[in-house]
């Protein structure tokens, strides 16, 4: 793909017909300019046009990078691309504000190129590493925790990033030095007392869970979590305004159950399965 710097990109509706083309069959990536295209995407990941940004941008993201239709290099620049302020980070912390569709569906490109390199291993342990280092901050610091918004689709971030977060865990570059860190990030979003999640974000979360304990983390690490949840909420609850504190219960239990039904799957994993079982019915 040759360069497309300084190139004025399609606007969005210049791009969703190109798109819509492309998916529909009537034009052929062979007589287009894939780069322009490609950047013209990037350019408006980020739109509130849902039908724009989910069924024509990631939708063409997912069949190129996984029909191998864009090269190792392409993929390590649109990952560079992704992890930067102006795109897994921007509005970072905002709560409510647009700028989550574009951190959100930058988080979901960073997973499908994480994806290809967990089959291919095209990217640097440098790369790896940054690419954690970034998926934890966004997860640490993620504040808008809204999943189906009216009129403008899935903003979901904090799933997606969870989704990028299970393929970096599972990447054999990533160092197993990270994974206490990664895990306190992800039960950080689970103990959340201002949102309750109705769109299976809990099961987005176990996922990288149960990656890290594949990939090596030790079984006591969440089993430890686990067991401090009912004195947590015992403590919160003195803390927090009523409103908040049942928000916060009501999140702990859709987790724990969610994690029981997901354990069931892992005989290795049964002493744990007893333990979020036993801890809930304290709940």
């Given at each position: 793909?040759k360069?497309?710097?300084?190139t004025?990109?399609?606007?969005?509706?210049?791009?969703?017909?190109?798109?819509?083309?492309l998916?529909?069959g009537?034009?052929?990536w062979?007589?287009?300019?894939?780069?322009y295209?490609v950047?013209?995407m990037?350019?408006?990941?980020g739109?509130?046009d849902?039908d724009l940004?989910d069924e024509?941008i990631?939708?063409?993201?997912?069949?190129?990078?996984i029909?191998?239709?864009?090269?190792h290099e392409?993929l390590?620049?649109l990952?560079t691309?992704?992890?930067?302020e102006?795109f897994l980070?921007?509005?970072l912390?905002?709560?409510g504000a647009?700028?989550?569709?574009k951190?959100s569906?930058?988080a979901?490109?960073t997973a499908?190129?994480?994806?290809?390199?967990?089959q291919?291993?095209?990217?640097?342990?440098e790369?790896?590493h940054?690419?954690?280092?970034?998926?934890?901050?966004?997860?640490?610091?993620?504040?808008d925790?809204?999943g189906?918004v009216?009129?403008?689709?899935w903003a979901?971030s904090?799933?997606?990033i969870?989704?990028?977060?299970?393929?970096v865990v599972?990447n054999?570059?990533?160092s197993?030095?990270v994974?206490?860190?990664i895990?306190?990030?992800?039960?950080?979003k689970?103990?959340?007392s201002?949102y309750?999640?109705?769109?299976?974000?809990?099961?987005?979360?176990i996922?990288?869970i149960?990656?890290?304990?594949?990939?090596?983390?030790?079984?006591?690490?969440?089993?430890t979590?686990?067991?401090?949840?009912?004195?947590?909420?015992?403590?919160?609850k003195?803390?927090?305004?009523?409103?908040?504190?049942y928000?916060l219960?009501?999140?702990?239990?859709?987790?724990?159950?969610?994690?029981?039904?997901?354990?069931?799957d892992?005989?290795?994993?049964?002493?744990l399965?007893?333990?979020?079982?036993?801890?809930?019915?304290?709940?």
């Amino acid at each position: 793909m040759k360069s497309v710097a300084n190139t004025a990109f399609m606007n969005e509706e210049e791009l969703k017909n190109k798109l819509a083309e492309l998916k529909n069959g009537e034009k052929s990536w062979e007589e287009e300019d894939k780069s322009y295209i490609v950047q013209s995407m990037m350019e408006h990941l980020g739109s509130v046009d849902s039908d724009l940004r989910d069924e024509l941008i990631y939708d063409m993201f997912c069949k190129l990078i996984i029909d191998n239709q864009l090269e190792h290099e392409v993929l390590s620049g649109l990952l560079t691309q992704c992890l930067s302020e102006s795109f897994l980070f921007k509005g970072l912390g905002e709560e409510g504000a647009d700028t989550v569709f574009k951190r959100s569906f930058s988080a979901l490109v960073t997973a499908l190129i994480l994806y290809k390199d967990n089959q291919e291993s095209f990217l640097s342990s440098e790369t790896i590493h940054e690419g954690a280092k970034g998926l934890l901050k966004c997860l640490k610091e993620e504040k808008d925790y809204r999943g189906l918004v009216d009129g403008k689709g899935w903003a979901h971030s904090i799933a997606h990033i969870a989704d990028a977060v299970d393929e970096v865990v599972k990447n054999s570059k990533c160092s197993k030095e990270v994974f206490p860190e990664i895990l306190d990030a992800l039960w950080g979003k689970v103990l959340i007392s201002n949102y309750v999640y109705i769109h299976n974000e809990d099961e987005r979360i176990i996922t990288p869970i149960l990656a890290l304990l594949e990939n090596g983390l030790a079984v006591e690490e969440v089993k430890t979590r686990v067991e401090q949840m009912p004195q947590h909420l015992i403590e919160q609850k003195e803390q927090l305004a009523e409103k908040d504190y049942y928000v916060l219960k009501a999140n702990s239990k859709n987790f724990l159950k969610s994690f029981y039904v997901q354990l069931a799957d892992h005989e290795s994993l049964s002493a744990l399965q007893e333990s979020v079982l036993q801890h809930l019915k304290q709940i």
